[in-house]
């Protein structure tokens, strides 16, 4: 068998999408940056950087199977140039490494920030949706990049692409100190703005970039998502699991709108949870449909959110070391 290459492999999705396919019995390639290291996981390590295209054709030769996942996930940089030469130009790098060395399947990690939403409605895949819909240097950079995909994949490169909604579960490495469920358990939140989001478990998403290796069709996209919830439902929940109390100071979207753009000027000098080009979304709902993904890759009803928060907290109190799971997440076993 041909190994499989993963991107991101050192990252929260991608160590998780690399474990399961060990133990599915994949042979295993990660590339990795200098510095960087894949934790407890018997995977072949390629040394290279999504902007050096001969360290990619390096890591993708042999390879049958490519599973992209790795992003410059900044929500703002003070180069915002860094995240287009990442996830734009390192895509295309990556893709036409892929195609020149002959990979059978690519699953490319997109973003749900990619499909539209319809106001007052439910976002899906059919929705339409433009750069100039994009917020902040991010989402823009993810959604050129999954134009990319779509154009290797209608040039004939096999790339499926899969769009996760906001994640919980263990090992997000990247968020130990800032989580929003951190931040509730030492009641660092104080208030909230009205709105709302998909949630999803970890393993949910892994299912789906399981499940769209094997059953996916070539240029289509997938939402891996879980539930609808509005943010005081979440910071509700949150609360309840960490013990701690949910602020009850709800601030109304057009407020935050309003602050919008004294925010991006002032973005360098301030810690905010998230974009300051991401403020004039505040106060909608951004709900998703994700009846394409269960209908076509067959996957199960998901796993609860809370039970997410649950793990992920459990995981979040550890010293911050290697990735750990629960014992019954052991198994891959949401698909049909």
Known sequence: ?????????????????????????????????????????????????????????????????????????????????????????GTRNLLQAAQDAGVERVVYTSTVGCIGVPPGGVGDEQMPVALEDMAGDYKRSKFLAEQVALGFAHGGLDVVIVNPTVVFGPGDIYRQDNSIIMQVAQRKVKFLVEGGLNAVHIMDVVDGHMAALEHGRCGERYILGGENLTHLDLIRMIAGVVEAPAPILVIPGGVVRFLARPARLLQPFLNLPVSASDLHLAGYHF??????????????????????????????????????????????????
Request: charged content about 25%; aromatic content about 10%; some cysteine.
């Open 287 to 336: 709900y998703f449909d994700t009846r394409k993904a269960h209908v076509e890759l067959g996957l199960l009803p998901p796993r609860s959110v809370k039970e997410a928060i649950i793990e992920a907290y459990e995981w979040f109190k550890q010293p911050l070391g290697l990735i750990s799971l629960p014992a019954k997440e052991k198994n891959f076993h949401n698909i049909r």
């Open 1 to 89: 068998m041909k190994p499989a290459l993963v991107t991101g492999a050192s990252g929260f999705l991608g160590w998780h999408v690399a474990r399961v396919l060990l133990e599915r019995g994949y042979r295993l390639r990660a590339l990795v940056r200098p510095g960087s290291r894949v934790d407890a996981l018997d995977v072949e390590c390629v040394t290279g950087d999504l902007r050096d295209a001969a360290s990619l054709e390096r890591a993708v030769a042999g390879c049958g199977l490519l599973f992209h996942v790795a992003a410059d996930y900044r929500l703002w940089a003070r180069d915002p140039g860094e995240l287009y030469r990442s996830n734009v130009d």
